[in-house]
């Protein structure tokens, strides 16, 4: 996950082909992450990448997203 990033350009005119996200979790999380990458071989960021590309995804985030409002309440 180090990969090394380009210096930004001031030349906003071109977007590049991929962008970087950060984010924090719980390490618990990040365990069965590594445990669940481990199983397949893989890499955590690979495997994360991979679950967001699935052709099912959007499907399944849509219903954890009802199911979260469901269960706390829609949050304006």
């Known amino acids: 996950m180090n990969s090394p990033t380009p210096p930004c350009d001031d030349d ?16 618990a999380l990040l365990e069965r992450l590594a445990d669940h990458a481990a199983k397949r071989g893989m890499s955590v960021q690979d495997y994360v990448v991979q679950t967001l590309v699935r052709d099912d995804f959007d499907e399944r985030f ?12 829609r949050s304006a």
């Open 12 to 27: 906003h005119h071109e977007r590049p082909d991929s962008q970087v996200l950060s984010l924090r979790v719980e390490a």
């Open 62 to 73: 849509r219903a954890s997203v009802e199911e979260t409002e469901r269960f706390y309440g």
